[in-house]
C-alpha cells in the first residue's frame, strides 16, 4: 500500500499529465471543498490537526505545485487568522471559510486566464505556425480565442505520449483549429515553417528554470537556437517562491517487451516526469500581468520571493 | 459393451482432461473430439449437425451482438462513474453499490462484458483511496455470477440448460429469486462483516476524504472524456426494454429466446446505424466460444448415441429413490464439478442424463423441474469456489494482474472457497424447505 504522500503526487502527476496544472488546481479546490462537507471532526483540535496534516502532505508533493500550495496556504491562513477555535458550529464554521476562499481563489483564476488569454491572442498573427507540445490549459484557450476571433493559423503538434497526443488531437479538432502531428524527434524536418512556439508550464523555480513536461527541454533548445520565438504561458500565481529541492523526479520502469522474433528481453526504460528548462532561453513569458521578457520575469519574481519570506519561513519552516 | 461404448467414451474423457487442465484452445479440443465422433463412425455427418443446438447458439450470438453494442456507446462507462459519484469515495458503499449493479447487469448482459468495464472502475476507485482492491475484485466476480445465476441469459450455463429443456427468461426468475436473494444478501453482509476494518466509513479521516473526492474527479474526468448521445442511450434502453418482454412473452407469440435475441441484436444495428458496426462487432464475436459448445453437443450426442449416458444416468437414479436427495446430491456433484472443470461442459455433458433421471421419476411426485433449478445453480455458483471455476474468475483475475492486484490462487480460494460452500448450503436449505 502506498503512503499517502506517494499517493497525493502519483495523482497530481497523473491529473497534471491530463489536463494541465490550472485544471488540476481547480479539481483539487473542489475535492478538498467535498472532504470538508463530508468530514465528521471529533472536536474543532481534531480538524485543525487533521487539516495541518493534510496541508503538510501536500505541499511535499514531487513535485510541489505551487497554484495548489498556495491556495492551501491562503485557506490555512484564513483558518488560523480568524481564530476560529471554539465556534458553536464547529468545522461548519470553518467549511464556509473554506467555501469562500475557494470561491475567491477560482473567481482569480478565472480573471487571470482572461487577462492571459487576451495577452496570448494578440501574439497571433496572419499565417502563423505554431508549435505546441504538452496539454497546456492557457495555450489552449489562446489557440481558441485565436480562432474565434478569425485569425488564420495553423498548428504543429509535437507528438509525444500517445495518450497526450490523442488528446490534444481531440481537442483542436473539436475546436475547428488546422494542424499536423509531427513525431517530437522529427521536428527538424519542419522547424524551418515553425513562426512561433507556444508552451505552457508547471511552475518556474527559484534557479529560475521552468518545470514543463517532459520533452520541452530538448524543443525549447532547438527552436531558441534557430532564433524562432518562444512564447511561455504561465500566471505569476504558479511561481514557486520557496526554496527548490535538489531531486528531479523520474520514474524508473523495467520493461519486459517481446520482440518479433520472440526474443524476451529484460531492459530498464527510464521515464521522467518533467523538464526543467532556463527561463532565458524562452522570449516571451505571457502572463496575467502582460507579456515579459526573462528579465522582467525574474524581476517579478525576486519581488514575490521577497514578499513571501514571512510565510515561507513559517510555512515551509521543516525545509 | 461394443467398441462404439468404448471409442465415444475415450474421445469424451481426453477432450474433457484436455479441456479441465486446460491443455489448448478449448475450441480447438471440443471441435476435434466432435470430428473424432463422426470420423469413428459414432455419429453421422447428419446426426452431428442435427445435434447442434442452434436456439443455444442462436441466443448466444445474438447477446454477444447486442452486448458490442451496448459496451462500445460507453452506457457503462458512465454508469460506473455516476455510481462512484454517487458513493463520495465511501469504501462500504462503493462496495455495496458496485456489488449492486454489476449483479444486477450480470441479469441480462453476459459476465465477462460487465466485468471487463466495471472491474477496472473498481480497481482504479478502491485503490486510488487507499484500500486493497481485492477484497472488491473477488466480490466483483460473486456478484456477476450470483446476478447471472438469475435469467436465462445471464450465464452460457443457463443458456445451455434453458434452450435444452425449453426454460424461458421467466421460468428462471420466478423459481430462483428466492434463493439468488438470500444468497446476494448473506454474501454481500459476510463480504462487508469480514473486511469491515477496510470498509468502515471514512468521514473521520480528513486525508481520505480528500484523496477519496480527487480521484473521483480524476476518475469522471477519464472516463467520461467522449460524450455519449442521449438519443442513443434511449435507444438502446428501448431496444433492451423490448429484448427482455420478448424473452418473457415470446413463447406466447411463438418466439423463442435465441430469435428474440437475433431480432433484438439486428434491430439494435439498424437503430445505432451511425454508432455501431455489424461487421465490427461479427468480427468481435466469441467465435472460439460458439465452436467450443458446437463441438460439445455434437460430442455429448455420440456419447448418447453409443448409449454411455444411459448407463450413467441408471447409474445415477441406482444412487437413490427419494427425491430431495437425488436434488442434493445432483446440487454438490455440479456444484463441486464446477469448481475444477468447465462448468459449461459438464452441464452439457449433463443435460441428457438429467433428462433421463426425469423421464424415470415416478409421475404425480414433486416438481421435476426442480432438478433443472439444482442444476443450474450448482453450476453457476459452483463456479465461484476457484480461480478457473468460470470465465468471469479468468477474465477478473487477469484483469486484477494486469492493475497490478495480483491474486494468487490460494488467496482466492481461501476466501471464494468457503463462501460458494455457503452458498451450496443455502440452496439445500432451499430446496429442503420447499420439499418440505
Known amino acids: 500500500?502506498?503512503?499517502?504522500?506517494?499517493?497525493?503526487?502519483?495523482?497530481?502527476?497523473?491529473?497534471?499529465?491530463?489536463?494541465?496544472?490550472?485544471?488540476?488546481?481547480?479539481?483539487?479546490?473542489?475535492?478538498?471543498?467535498?472532504?470538508?462537507?463530508?468530514?465528521?471532526?471529533?472536536?474543532?483540535?481534531?480538524?485543525?490537526?487533521?487539516?495541518?496534516?493534510?496541508?503538510?502532505?501536500?505541499?511535499?508533493?514531487?513535485?510541489?505545485?505551487?497554484?495548489?500550495?498556495?491556495?492551501?496556504?491562503?485557506?490555512?491562513?484564513?483558518?488560523?487568522?480568524?481564530?476560529?477555535?471554539?465556534?458553536?458550529?464547529?468545522?461548519?464554521?470553518?467549511?464556509?471559510?473554506?467555501?469562500?476562499?475557494?470561491?475567491?481563489?477560482?473567481?482569480?483564476?478565472?480573471?487571470?486566464?482572461?487577462?492571459?488569454?487576451?495577452?496570448?491572442?494578440?501574439?497571433?498573427?496572419?499565417?502563423?505556425?505554431?508549435?505546441?507540445?504538452?496539454?497546456?490549459?492557457?495555450?489552449?484557450?489562446?489557440?481558441?480565442?485565436?480562432?474565434?476571433?478569425?485569425?488564420?493559423?495553423?498548428?504543429?503538434?509535437?507528438?509525444?505520449?500517445?495518450?497526450k497526443t490523442q488528446q490534444l488531437i481531440e481537442l483542436l479538432s473539436e475546436g475547428g483549429i488546422r494542424f499536423q502531428v509531427v513525431p517530437e524527434y522529427m521536428l527538424s524536418h519542419v522547424e524551418s515553417e515553425v513562426t512561433k512556439v507556444f508552451l505552457g508550464g508547471v511552475t518556474i523555480n527559484d534557479q529560475l528554470a521552468v518545470v514543463g513536461d517532459s520533452g520541452s527541454n530538448a524543443i525549447v533548445s532547438e527552436f531558441h537556437l534557430r532564433e524562432t520565438p518562444i512564447y511561455l504561458f504561465m500566471s505569476t500565481r504558479k511561481f514557486s517562491l520557496w526554496k527548490s529541492r535538489e531531486s528531479h523526479h523520474t520514474y524508473k520502469v523495467k520493461n519486459i517487451k517481446t520482440l518479433a522474433n520472440d526474443k524476451h528481453i529484460t531492459y530498464e526504460r527510464i521515464k521522467f516526469s518533467h523538464d526543467r528548462i532556463p527561463l532565458e532561453f524562452y522570449d516571451h513569458i505571457v502572463t496575467e500581468a502582460g507579456i515579459l521578457t526573462p528579465k522582467e520575469t525574474e524581476k517579478l519574481y525576486r519581488k514575490k520571493y521577497d514578499e513571501r519570506k514571512p510565510w515561507r519561513d513559517k510555512f515551509f519552516q521543516d525545509q | 459393451m461394443d467398441s462404439h461404448f468404448t471409442i465415444a467414451a475415450a474421445i469424451f474423457l481426453v477432450s474433457f482432461l484436455a479441456i479441465v487442465f486446460d491443455l489448448g484452445s478449448k475450441a480447438l479440443i471440443s471441435m476435434s473430439g466432435a470430428l473424432l465422433m463422426v470420423v469413428f463412425g459414432i455419429l453421422t455427418f447428419p446426426q452431428a449437425v442435427a445435434a447442434i443446438d442452434l436456439d443455444t447458439i442462436g441466443l448466444l450470438v445474438g447477446m454477444m451482438l447486442m452486448v458490442d453494442v451496448v459496451s462500445d456507446s460507453g452506457i457503462f462507462s458512465l454508469m460506473s462513474v455516476k455510481i462512484a459519484k454517487f458513493t463520495k469515495g465511501k469504501p462500504w458503499l462503493i462496495f455495496v453499490m458496485f456489488a449492486l449493479i454489476t449483479a444486477v447487469c450480470s441479469t441480462f448482459l453476459n459476465n465477462v462484458s460487465v466485468i471487463l468495464v466495471i472491474l477496472p472502475v473498481v480497481i482504479a476507485l478502491t485503490r486510488g483511496i487507499g484500500l486493497n482492491p481485492k477484497v472488491f475484485v473477488i466480490a466483483t466476480i460473486f456478484f456477476s455470477i450470483i446476478g447471472g445465476t438469475l435469467t436465462l441469459i445471464g450465464d452460457p450455463t443457463n443458456v445451455i440448460i434453458g434452450t435444452s429443456v425449453g426454460l424461458g427468461f421467466d421460468d428462471f426468475v420466478a423459481n430462483l429469486y428466492i434463493p439468488i436473494s438470500i444468497i446476494a444478501v448473506v454474501v454481500g453482509t459476510i463480504f462487508l462483516a469480514i473486511n469491515w476494518g477496510t470498509l468502515k466509513p471514512i468521514s473521520h479521516s480528513l486525508k481520505q476524504l480528500f484523496v477519496s473526492n480527487l480521484l473521483l474527479q480524476k476518475i469522471e474526468y477519464e472516463f467520461t472524456k467522449t460524450e455519449i448521445s442521449k438519443a442513443l442511450i434511449a435507444k438502446i434502453i428501448v431496444v433492451f426494454t423490448l429484448v427482455l418482454l420478448g424473452f418473457v412473452f415470446g413463447d406466447r407469440i411463438g418466439l423463442n429466446s435465441s430469435v428474440v435475441a437475433l431480432i433484438g441484436a439486428m434491430l439494435l444495428f439498424i437503430v445505432t446505424t451511425k454508432n455501431s458496426s455489424i461487421d465490427q462487432s461479427l468480427s468481435k464475436a466469441e467465435w472460439t466460444t460458439i465452436l467450443f459448445f458446437v463441438g460439445l453437443f455434437i460430442m455429448v450426442a455420440g456419447l448418447e448415441e453409443a448409449g454411455v449416458l444411459t448407463i450413467i444416468g441408471n447409474e445415477f437414479i441406482g444412487i437413490t429413490d427419494n427425491f430431495l436427495y437425488l436434488l442434493l446430491i445432483l446440487l454438490w456433484l455440479t456444484g463441486i464439478a464446477s469448481m475444477v472443470v468447465d462448468n459449461v461442459a459438464f452441464a452439457t455433458m449433463m443435460i441428457p442424463i438429467v433428462m433421463q433421471v426425469q423421464t424415470s421419476l415416478p409421475a404425480g411426485g414433486p416438481d421435476h423441474q426442480l432438478l433443472w433449478w439444482a442444476m443450474v445453480l450448482g453450476a453457476c455458483l459452483g463456479g465461484c469456489g476457484s480461480p478457473i471455476g468460470s470465465s468471469a474468475n479468468v477474465v477478473a483475475l487477469g484483469i486484477a494482474a494486469k492493475n497490478d492486484c495480483k491474486i494468487s490462487s490460494f488467496e482466492y480460494v481461501r476466501i471464494a472457497f468457503p463462501i460458494t460452500i455457503l452458498m451450496l448450503v443455502i440452496c439445500s436449505l432451499y430446496f429442503i424447505v420447499l420439499l418440505s
Not at chain 1, 25 to 39: E, R
Not at chain 1, 57 to 80: C, F
Not at chain 1, 101 to 112: D, G, H, P, V
Not at chain 1, 119 to 140: M, P, R, T, Y
Open chain 1, 1 to 163: 500500500m502506498l503512503p499517502f504522500s506517494q499517493k497525493i503526487s502519483e495523482l497530481f502527476l497523473d491529473i497534471e499529465g491530463e489536463v494541465g496544472t490550472t485544471a488540476l488546481n481547480n479539481m483539487f479546490l473542489i475535492a478538498l471543498k467535498k472532504a470538508i462537507h463530508d468530514f465528521e471532526e471529533k472536536n474543532d483540535a481534531d480538524f485543525f490537526a487533521q487539516f495541518y496534516e493534510l496541508l503538510q502532505l501536500v505541499k511535499n508533493t514531487e513535485p510541489r505545485v505551487s497554484l495548489i500550495i498556495d491556495n492551501l496556504y491562503e485557506i490555512w491562513k484564513a483558518l488560523l487568522t480568524d481564530k476560529l477555535k471554539g465556534h458553536p458550529e464547529g468545522h461548519r464554521h470553518l467549511e464556509k471559510k473554506v467555501g469562500a476562499a475557494i470561491l475567491s481563489s477560482q473567481k482569480t483564476t478565472r480573471e487571470e486566464r482572461k487577462k492571459l488569454t487576451m495577452h496570448g491572442v494578440g501574439q497571433v498573427h496572419k499565417n502563423d505556425v505554431i508549435l505546441i507540445h504538452s496539454i497546456s490549459g492557457s495555450v489552449l484557450d489562446v489557440l481558441f480565442e485565436a480562432k474565434k476571433a478569425g485569425k488564420d493559423f495553423r498548428v504543429v503538434i509535437a507528438e509525444q505520449e500517445a495518450e
